[in-house]
């Protein structure tokens, strides 16, 4: 009896202690997971419900792949487009897969001119319409504004130095605030049921490039970022939007540059982005994109950001089996929330298939991998 009880005593010392270590370890890790998991801290805090759940849902999108996104996927494509025909919402991609893209890209150049339709011809007020249906489907929205020249008002690709004539000060500052005044308006007409829709805006990229007046050689890096900051507190501050997150986008990056050389800030950035095209080297691109990538990653994970690969495409799609052979293996650990192809808007400027082209049957191979996120993947899969 004596033995027994000693036993009694020593076993129950034994489970004791082994809670307590077990609870300490616990302790332990959930000190370090909440650590590593450091809330992120948005550029608007007083961004709404919806803006943040969007942050989540792009991170939560991250951990099981990468959403697919094509830029004006139900704006037009091969032989249809919306304008001319309003009863129907259509997408190549839709009738490539059997389903729609998971993010819908739109652009705004040519609001601040107060066109009734942007630099490819899409009416705004149908693009009000189509963002609010993709939105409605559960569809995320990217949107990206090719601004023309505030100082000769030719298009983007007018590299007339124009930044420092628009920042504070600058002597075309007044007409540059009324601009961002009309994407603001715009961007107010969105809306489902009185609420806000969230949108991921992605402004003046590419900067690391000559090409647009905004960039490389037409722009010193000091003055970009006080143009991004102060466009955010204008949109953020003066127009009282709270539905925006931000998103920085350099072109690939070249020996001589600097992923962070234009980068605003932490307080001035959700999202980091890269844009990198295949001009016909898939494998010189394929090593780009692996090499970017993991900088933007390394750097996003620092900065505790989300990160995407914001923009990207093979024109005319001329490369068999692009999809699974090509862009596939080049991101398929990449951790990034989402990939967007650019616009299909004829047989020789596309970067979706359509029916009959070319990578057809490899797309829709493409949209079975696991980790490929179409819009209903998104629906469902990440509920």
């Known amino acids: 009896m004596k033995h027994n009880l000693k036993f009694y005593r020593n076993q129950k010392f034994y489970n004791i202690f082994s809670v307590l270590i077990i609870v300490s370890f616990l302790y ?20 709404s419900k919806k803006t943040i759940a969007l942050h ?8 099981k792949g990468f959403a697919i996104g094509h830029q004006d996927d139900t704006s037009y494509g091969l032989g249809w487009n919306y304008k001319n025909d309003t009863t129907s919402i ?44 993709a939105y409605k489907k559960g569809g995320i929205i990217t949107i990206s504004w090719h601004s023309n020249n505030p100082v000769t008002e030719g298009s983007s690709w007018d590299q007339t130095k124009a930044v420092t004539n628009i920042i504070k000060g600058g002597n075309q500052r007044e007409k540059y605030e009324l601009w961002v005044s009309r994407v603001a308006n715009f961007i107010k007409t969105l809306q489902v049921n009185g609420e ?22 037409n722009c010193e890096a000091e003055d970009y970022i006080t143009l991004w900051k102060e466009t955010v507190e204008l949109l953020k501050n003066k127009h009282n939007l709270h539905n925006i997150l931000y998103a920085y986008s350099p072109n690939k990056l070249n020996p001589s ?28 691109y394929q090593k780009a994109v692996i090499h970017d990538l993991e900088i933007v990653k ?24 692009w999809f699974t052979k090509v862009l596939y ?22 970067y979706m298939p359509y029916n009959g082209q070319l990578n057809e049957a490899d797309f829709i191979e493409f949209e079975k991998f696991p980790k490929t996120l179409f819009l209903k993947d998104i629906n469902s899969n990440l509920n």
């Open 196 to 217: 806000a829709i969230p949108v991921i805006f992605r402004p003046f990229h590419e900067m690391n490039g000559s090409w647009f007046w905004w960039g490389g050689a």
């Open 28 to 47: 332990s890790c959930n000190g370090e997971k909440k650590e590593e998991l450091k809330k992120p801290v948005l550029v608007d805090k007083r961004a």
């Open 329 to 350: 293996p080049a991101i398929e650990n990449s951790g990034i929330s989402w990939v967007l192809t650019w616009r299909n808007y004829d047989t020789k400027h596309h």
């Open 298 to 321: 390394k750097i996003a994970t620092e900065k505790n950001k989300l990160y995407a690969f914001s923009e990207t495409g093979l024109e005319s799609l001329k490369t068999e089996k």
């Open 257 to 284: 540059d600097t992923y962070l050389e234009y980068y605003p800030g932490d307080d001035y950035v959700d999202i980091l982005g890269i844009d990198i095209y295949d001009f016909n080297n898939a494998e010189e």
């Open 90 to 133: 259509k997408s190549d991609v839709k009738k490539v897969t059997g389903d729609f893209p998971a993010v819908f890209g739109f652009d705004l150049g040519w609001i601040e001119i107060d066109k009734p339709y942007n630099l490819d011809t899409v009416p705004f007020k149908a693009m009000t319409k189509l963002i609010i249906d």
């Open 56 to 63: 989540n849902r792009l991170l939560e999108i991250s951990k």
